[in-house]
């Protein structure tokens, strides 16, 4: 899993039926020292998380079909959790 | 997933049975701000989609599949959006 | 498989079920002569791990949910085993 | 799924079962301008290629182990169309 | 798949179950030269492999845990055969 931060939204008309009504984020990834890298992904929330906010990702997509619960899904990008901290134990 | 801009068309003759009568589009990544990157990827589309567009691509050949109703389809890119814009919020 | 040194714990208040109660540690990748790259990851731990030591990662979804018992978790990365050495044999 | 072009023909003579018989070939993958970048795979065919020829390679394991009939082949990378020729539409 | 040469043993007292046994084996990637580039990745072997020797590694979940015949495994990266020469057909 990687760790990212929310920097946009994307806007599409045209898009895949699963797509409709749902916020994909975009999500620039972080490095170790939490700054952003400009290398960047596009993913579904399965938890409430808004621009600017450092979140967990998981970039596969059995995992992201699970959560969503749609084995159907055309999707591989998700977000699991709103990341406040990370600390040396 | 991530963004790309569709740069043309792949002609093959010689060919899998699967992509007969399909489009194979190339598509170069995009950066954050929008700039092609010059590393692509060829792609299937899910939704009509034409040179000069930027696309929602899903790089996970589950989710491709799915999308094309063949469990048994050698293909893991598949386009699933047309993108107007990225908004911030 | 790689391998890499645990550095950190990723503390995150909103999350995905799944992640409650789980400890999420940053691994920066190493490279063969055994140092850090910068370059890292966040996994679940299989084995006890802590901060500071060599652990090896494998970076794939079934197995991760293998290895938790939960065919629904929606994982990647997971600690597998504790590195004493690399051995020339 | 990229592009390359058939370099070579890896010669094995300790190998998996699944590969006794099987040609298994070099791919230098190509830019978007249709050069080669020196970054390659190791490949399976599932279409008649030959050395110097440009293909379509797809790099996912579920799509090659349906191709070849064999759901426990060990196998990630096939060749499942030889190109012509990319056009801009 | 990917080309590699073995250069090492990883020896981990701490392990998952299925890791007990095992030999893990570092392998450096080889370029399209034959020449070790530095970036490696750690696997298990499906043939008898020791250092100093060319491989050939298939780095994906599913491939790996088939030829191991344990469909719990957490394992990816899998040496199914030993290298003599690339050949130019």
Redesign the interface.
Known sequence: ???GKV??????????P??VGRR?L?V?RL??GGNET?A????AA??????GQTV?V??????????VGD????????I??????????
Do not use: C
Request: charged share 20%; proline share 2%.
């Open positions: 899993m990687i760790l920097t946009g939204v994307v806007v599409a008309t045209i898009k895949h699963f797509y994909m975009m620039d490095d170790e400009g960047y992904l596009v993913a399965a938890v409430d998380a808004g621009v967990l998981v970039d596969e997509g059995n995992s992201a079909r699970q959560v084995s159907s899904a055309p999707l591989r990008s998700l699991v959790g709103v990341v406040d901290d990370v600390a040396i134990d």
